[in-house]
């Protein structure tokens, strides 16, 4: 089984909206309410996949109560920390028209340091049920940058697997903690080296720095719909993914880190794995909301994933 631990949990409300436009009154064409945050779209897909999972982080006030409401009624085990202030929600706008996606997301709850210590020895407690241990996404206030190392060092002492996927300052200081696996986008890559990453050499030469400077066993950088660079630190294999009609992004990256995750779980060796992962991401980017993507679908795609060493 892995853990998800997702510190800035969400309601995630999508609207499809043709013609899109500010200080208009519009009506949707399609809506979708469900709970939402890096770790639960990685929970969810990898539970898809075949996998077990359990999701955590904080939650708080009636949002958090409506979030384990709708994961119940999907299924998903979850243990998370409540904490005194409410969950957040996130607006995403769709217009297929134009192909434009606008989102409006909450900063989320205020996070005290007594909060912190809490939800640092329930990781502890959590890793003994498990493989591996996904720390996902962005921070609320009150959240140091140094939470995310913590939480990479306690899973290491544990003995599990640890997978990083965040931004900023957080990613940033975390990958000094030498995560197992760190799943950066190019943009992030740059913000983790201090400099531009503008090509896929400069990728692929980004991505073998981060694992000799940090000690990160495995660096696997999304491209979106050019795939992946993945590297051990001593080889470097480049996933592309097959055509297909394309939907939406939002929850990609994740559905890609799932995929990942129960692949290398399964005891196969990465460039298998981002083969699994990129028709994850391929998958979920054909499909309207995220992690719903089935596990035929993401099946289908395997095959036609290109996977070859650089």
Not at 81 to 100: A, H, P, W, Y
Not at 238 to 255: H, L, M, Q, R, W
Not at 273 to 288: F, Q, V
Request: glycine share 10%; aromatic share 6%.
């Amino acid at each position: 089984m892995i853990i998800t631990i997702t510190p800035n949990i969400s309601i995630d409300k999508t609207y499809v909206v043709d013609g899109f436009h500010i200080d208009r009154i519009h009506r949707p064409l399609e809506q979708n309410t469900v709970a939402g945050g890096k770790g639960i779209n990685v929970a969810r897909v990898y539970r898809t996949l075949g996998g077990e999972a359990l999701a955590g982080g904080f939650i708080g006030g009636k949002p958090g109560a409506t979030i384990i409401s709708m994961l119940n009624d999907e299924g998903i085990p979850h243990q998370f920390l409540n904490v005194s202030e409410d969950s957040r929600f996130c607006i995403k706008i769709m217009d297929k028209q134009t192909g434009t996606q606008t989102e409006i997301n909450e900063k989320g709850p205020d996070i005290s340091a007594a909060e912190l210590q809490l939800i640092l020895s329930q990781i502890k407690e959590l890793c003994d049920q498990s493989e591996a241990v996904a720390i996902c996404g962005s921070c609320p206030p009150g959240v140091p940058y140094s939470f995310y190392g913590d939480a990479i060092d306690i899973v290491r002492q544990k003995g599990s697997l640890s997978l990083l996927d965040t931004s900023g300052e957080h990613l940033a200081q975390a990958v000094k903690h030498s995560p197992d696996i760190v799943k950066p986008n190019q943009l992030e890559l740059s913000h983790i080296l201090g400099k531009p990453v503008n090509n896929l050499q400069e990728v692929v030469a980004g991505a073998l720095e981060v694992a000799h400077e940090f000690g990160v066993g495995k660096v696997v950088v999304t491209l979106g719909k050019d795939g992946c660079i993945a590297t051990d630190g001593k080889s470097v294999w480049k996933a592309i993914p097959p055509p297909i009609k394309f939907a939406s992004a939002v929850g990609s990256g994740d559905s890609f880190a799932a995929g990942l995750l129960y692949s290398l779980n399964c005891g196969k060796p990465l460039d298998e794995a981002i083969r699994l992962a990129t028709a994850a991401g391929s998958a979920n980017a054909a499909t309207y909301g995220a992690g719903f993507c089935s596990r035929c679908s993401i099946m289908e795609l395997v095959d036609a994933v290109s996977v070859s060493e650089l």
